[in-house]
């Protein structure tokens, strides 16, 4: 039985939905709270506060792609569903940042792992960076109300067998993993979680806190990119959107003002320092864009003599913090270890290569294993992070710079993946790097590894997780916001998105960004209606 | 796999006498190129963004990629797909980054910064696949990073989009997405 289109049938039913693209004039809206960005942050915000009566309109500069639209086809995904058309990277073109732009943002596109934010992570917080009232035992009804909304739980089924590898190598040398708890419900372990559910078991926003905003009089505003914030002393006055066209490409021409009485950015890191930065917002210890992390990905390839089918089954099930922590929080760069999900185009650009080369890589791919470092970025003075700029045109671009310490978790992550990957019983084992090639043991690995020139481009690397760039901080000099989300010279502008983050994560951020945007929401609601 | 570290090495000498002054000489054309119109150029019929130049580069330069994968009977065909499915993908960029692609065609395409700076003096056309190899060779142990983001920016943009199709799944054993009704 075909699955239900249950955004298209809200839609029939009267949801407050419109297209941007579509206008043929300019139009003035009047709303109490304007939300830019329909992800995980401005979704969550959205529901509680349509939910409190307040009229709430949320402005998405994506495109409207529901269950029926997601074919399971990456070229469609990838142009559609994806930040500049899959085309985003930092400054240099050395990182792939993949991030959502649709209506749900990028849980639309998230490979659905949901992790509660680590109590180290919030403690470096609390004692680095100044932020109050965040700590465990606060969060802690804030991340259990999210996993209940969205169906978190640690995946039941038995892991496909790209996961597996990483379970059994670190069975094998005793290393710590564990099953990696996901947003789903009723999920068919298909393993397209990345190219937009097409039978609505991902609990995106799509199918939860949007369809609930709307539910309670929300409306949403698609195809509109959020220009620009009016701005007169300490308040915002208006925002202004530009129209685009279908695409999501070009502007139309058409503008849309919408005048609130509380704006919440949501566009997640590098989108909404970006408004910030275009709005020439105040900005006086120069804080907005500064600190943005990435948790910097690197790749291993495996060969195993049975097939992985590495493009089916649940894309993140296992994963290893073995080397997360052991150093402390800011020893050298800790790093965990999950796998990606492979499907032949993405797998053809991480690859690299070209020829027989390249060939002969795409050749093995069902009985091709990937596993991937993410460095946790952000937490010792000499990690690599990055500054938005703005590009001539006004749009966004990410100067991300790694550095020897970050370099050095590259490395380091380079090995622990070799030696789990041969611990599993891998027959060969290739580093995503230029010069390194597929060797049949350990010993070459680690001698290959060692003589690695690691450098940007001929290093494979990859994003899918930005964070900060408008820390909070209840210290001005630090931080864009507060520690409730709320601008330090703004007072009637709030964020609400991962780019509040003062360090990367240490793990996926979709549940940390669903927490802490409901405990700020509620905060805030408090403050607006008492 | 073997490691040409004589022939990389000797192309890389060479290439550097000119990459100091190329660099400058790059912006300076992307540039030039611009004001002149020489960019400007409609895209070719049926396509939205690749003009006749990129065509004809492109062209030339996937066969040397896909070799291996696409055998030499199925190559033409292939480009009949492929490049239309390039010219999607360039579609779907945001502005700014569909800019600084096409800039990097103008400079592949422009016979002043063609020959200096990829050693492949004639026309895309008449160039040998070891023409290619070397000019993508040149390309990626370059001392600038124009020069190495170039080169991974054109590897990802042929494969993206030759693996996206159907017709490249054979080759490398995926059955393709599940059907579920």
Partial sequence: MPTPDLFLQGIDNGWQVHNASLLENDLQLDVDIVIVGSGAGGATSAERLSAAGLRVLIVEEGPLRTSSDFKMQEPAAYTELYQEGMGRMSKDGAITIMQGR?????????????????????????????????????????????????????????????????????????????????????????????????????????????????????????????????????????????????????????????????????????????????????????????????????????????????????????????????????????????????????????????????????????????????????????????????????????????????????????????????????????????????????????????????????TRLGSAHVMGGCAMSEDAKLGVTNSLGIHHQLENLSIHDGSLFPTSIGANPQLSIYALCALLTEKLLQRLVG | MPHPANSVEFSRRSFLKLSAASAATLSMLSLSAGLTGCSSEQASNGFSVLRSDDIIFLSALLPVLYSGAVNAQQMRANLQTTLPAIDKNLASLSPSMLQLTLQLFDTLNNPLTRGPLTGIWGAWSKASAADIQDFLKRWQHSRFDLFKMGHNALLQLAMLAHYGQPVAWQHCGYPGPPRLH
Wanted: charged share 20%; glycine share 8%; hydrophobic share 40%.
């Fill in chain 1, 102 to 458: 649709a209506v749900g943002g990028t849980t639309l596109i998230n490979w659905t792992s949901s992790f509660r934010t680590p109590p180290a992570t919030l403690k470096h917080w609390a004692s680095e960076h100044a932020v109050s009232g965040l700590d465990e035992d606060t969060l802690q009804p804030w991340f259990l109300r999210m996993e209940q909304r969205l169906g978190v739980t640690p995946w039941q089924i038995p892991a496909n067998a790209n996961n597996e590898v990483i379970k059994r190598g670190c069975e094998a040398l005793n290393l710590d993993w564990a099953v990696i708890p996901r947003n789903v419900r009723g999920c068919m372990n298909l393993g397209y979680c990345g190219m937009g559910c097409p039978i609505n078991a991902k609990q995106s926003m799509l199918v939860t806190c949007i369809p609930a905003s709307l539910d309670h009089g929300g409306s949403l505003l698609y195809l509109a990119r959020a220009e620009r914030l009016i701005i007169d002393k300490d308040r915002v006055q208006q925002l202004e959107c530009h129209a685009l066209d279908t695409w999501g490409v070009k502007r139309t021409g058409r503008k849309i003002m919408v005048r609130a009485k509380h704006y919440i950015l949501s566009g997640g890191g590098i989108n909404t320092p970006a408004v910030l930065l275009r709005s020439k917002a105040a900005d006086p210890y120069q804080r907005c864009g500064k600190r943005t992390f990435l948790h910097t990905v690197n790749f291993s390839a495996a060969q195993f003599a049975e097939p992985v089918n590495p493009f089916y089954g649940a894309p993140q099930s296992i994963y290893s913090d073995h080397f997360q922590w052991r150093d402390g929080v800011s020893g050298p760069i800790g790093y965990k270890l999950e796998v990606p999900p492979l499907h032949p185009a993405f797998a053809a650009t991480i690859f690299g290569g070209y020829g027989e080369v390249s060939a002969q890589r795409m050749a093995q791919l069902p009985n091709t294993h990937m596993m991937i470092a993410l460095m946790r970025d952000g937490f010792h003075p000499d990690s690599a992070s990055g500054n938005v700029e703005l590009r001539s045109d006004g749009s966004p671009v990410l100067d991300y710079k790694m550095t020897p310490y970050t370099w050095d978790g590259i490395r380091r992550a380079y090995h622990s993946m070799a030696q789990i990957q041969f611990a599993a019983g891998a027959q060969e084992v290739l580093p995503l790097h230029d010069d390194a090639h597929y060797v049949n043991n350990l010993n070459s690995a680690r001698a290959m590894i060692d003589s690695l020139d690691l450098s940007t481009y001929r």
